[in-house]
């Protein structure tokens, strides 16, 4: 506060504007200027950076990198998803019936449907590595920052919120290159609003049930939206809670270069293996939880998952979202769902008792509608984040009032957002 | 800095070409796609078939991307035909663009193919022909302007 005082500015900026003023004092005694050549990079920045091109080129190139993750995934997705049903299958013939049922149902069909996913989630992390590679990410936050500037955020904010579409917990460390505490703790409530890649799965899941050929941009509006309500909250947590101005943002944007096979694959393996070890860790905790609370009391959840504990818990807060036409299934799958998002799917999995993910989206279409599909997507977005994420939020905010904030936050804002895509859907006739 | 006046103009009208065909075809993909999407079923125009396949697919945010597409190369067209260098830049990234696109729908052609050769349920109807698109065949269009934005350095300097 003292330095900023003193120099009257930002530090940054007076620092940045003195590097400048030096650099272009020495070049003046020691450069002989020849004609201005029009470099690869200015002429790609010229519309990457355009004021009005910029943004819908961007959201182009996401565009792709969904559609690209998505599409080229599935039949990928297909050969893992055949295999876990093979070994289902086999465990099946186990004479001991709970260890059979907990290998088929609780490993294979809950932790082995969530495993087929590697594909996709190897093939987003490929694209972002791409994009970062060749230097346009850095262009992304650049063109970012005058809208994020106009909405609250600092220009810094957007690197967080980059890291967010990977997974939320290093994206609200990476909050900690932001200086002014008022612009970090709005970037960290922010923050679980943007798509990370455990929600991924139950996009996946509900969009190729719901919407067939549309079901990559149905994926697409859903990062879209958590993006567009991270910027909204952004602005009104800066006009209410978190009052004043953002502090200005410098870069300096790195050359484009092309980016290498190799360079990327390391990349997106270093993200992607962060996947494998939650499926080692959380994700088989989940499951066997799951397995056990969907199967207990033995004999009587047999004849039906309805009566088991799950169905019970899902059953005793059904009401609360009987109005975007949840059902207990839908209901318990979402309460697991804070101990890690992938956990939604593992759960509809058990919950259903079937194998691979055509026979649960077969079992979703026939219980469910789109609207309501939809509805499940936005909510699984925006609903309380995961219990890591939670936990990072303490942590970096210091702070259990802020971390029970957010908590609340989302949870009314995915409940107001879920009524008012029912409402909507429903005036629409898509009931 | 600016290059021959003709040179410009030959420019200009070749980036005008590309940006209005990618966007009609973008305009198109939307118009046949807005029944599925508004629920309607219903598609505006008839679907536009050469021999029997189907050219434009029913895809209303595929035909948008077609369009931004198609607005960089619209937006360079000015510059360019008064011979100014960086109008280039929106001829090379409407290029790199429509190449991008180019990959990402050839990538999902072969993926499907790899779907139809182990003979997966989804994929037993599946035939390349579903897979050929605006964004394909529409790509050797966008070639020499890429080519020429690339290779002519005296242009840049």
């Known amino acids: 506060m003292k330095v900023r005082e003193v120099l009257g500015d930002d530090p940054e900026i007076v620092l940045a504007d003195k590097r ?60 893992i998803g055949l295999f876990f049903g093979l070994l289902a299958e086999a465990s099946r013939g186990i004479p001991n019936e709970v260890l059979a049922s907990f290998l088929s149902d609780g490993i294979f069909g809950g932790l082995g449907f969530i495993l087929t996913f590697i594909p996709l989630i190897f093939f987003l992390f490929l694209t972002i590595a791409i994009l970062e590679d060749s230097g346009y990410l850095a262009r992304v936050a650049f063109i970012m920052d005058r809208v994020m500037f106009k909405l609250g955020l600092h220009g810094r904010s957007f690197i967080p919120m980059l890291l967010g579409f990977g997974c939320n ?116 905790v989940g499951a066997i939880i799951l397995w056990f609370l969907s199967s207990f009391p033995w004999g009587v959840a047999q004849e039906s998952v309805e009566l088991s504990y799950t169905g019970q818990i899902g059953h005793a807060l059904e009401p609360i979202f009987r109005p975007f036409g949840f059902d207990w299934r839908i209901v318990s799958s979402l309460i697991f769902g804070f101990m890690a998002k992938e956990i939604v799917v593992e759960a ?52 259990w009032k802020w971390t029970i904030f957010q908590v609340v936050l989302s949870l009314v804002l995915a409940y107001v957002i879920g009524l008012a895509i029912t409402g909507i859907g429903v005036m629409l006739g898509y009931a | 800095m600016r290059f021959n006046k003709n040179v410009g103009t030959a420019i200009g009208a070749y980036s005008f070409f590309i940006g209005t065909t990618y966007t009609v075809f973008g305009l198109l993909e939307i118009l046949i796609g807005w029944g599925d999407f508004v629920g309607i079923g219903a598609s505006l125009i008839p679907p536009i078939e050469l021999a029997g396949i189907n050219l434009v697919p029913p895809d209303v945010f595929g035909g948008i991307m077609l369009i931004i597409i198609g607005a960089v190369y619209l937006i360079g067209v000015r510059q360019q035909a008064r011979g100014d260098r960086e109008g280039l830049s929106f001829l090379l990234v409407g290029s790199l663009l429509a190449a991008v696109f180019f990959g990402v729908f050839t990538a999902i052609m072969l993926a499907n193919g790899l779907g139809y050769m182990f003979q997966f349920e989804d994929w037993l109807d599946w035939t390349w022909l579903d897979d050929l698109r605006p964004g394909i065949w529409l790509f050797p269009l966008a070639l020499p302007g890429a080519y020429l934005a690339l290779t002519k350095k005296e242009w840049r300097e």
């Open chain 1, 20 to 79: 400048y003023d030096l650099i272009h004092t020495i070049l003046e005694t020691t450069l002989v200027r020849g004609a201005k050549k029009w470099a690869l990079s200015d002429m790609l920045d010229k519309v990457f950076l355009h004021k009005y091109l910029g943004i819908p080129v961007f959201l182009a190139l996401a565009w792709a990198m969904f559609r690209f993750a998505f599409d080229v995934s599935a039949p990928f997705m297909e050969i």
């Open chain 1, 169 to 284: 917990v290093p994206a609200m460390m990476a909050t900690r290159s932001i200086e002014s505490e008022k612009d970090r703790l709005i970037t960290l409530l922010v923050n679980p609003f943007v798509s990370c890649s455990a929600r991924l799965p139950v996009y996946i899941l509900i969009a190729g049930a719901f919407f067939g050929s549309m079901a990559s941009t149905a994926i697409w509006s859903m990062y879209f939206l958590g993006i567009v309500l991270a910027m909204l909250l952004a602005l009104l947590l800066r006009k209410t809670v978190l009052r004043g101005e953002p502090t200005p943002f410098i870069m300096e944007l790195p050359l484009y270069k092309a980016p290498t096979f190799h360079g990327s694959v390391i990349h997106m393996w270093e993200r992607g293996v962060q996947f494998l070890k939650k499926a080692g860790t959380y994700l088989l």
């Open chain 1, 348 to 399: 509809l999995g058990i919950i259903y008792a079937v194998e691979g993910g055509e026979a649960i989206a077969g079992a979703l279409v026939a219980d469910y509608s789109p609207l309501i599909g939809f509805t499940l997507m936005a909510f699984t977005l925006l609903y309380v984040p995961c219990l890591a994420t939670v936990g990072t939020m303490r942590k970096e905010s210091g702070s």
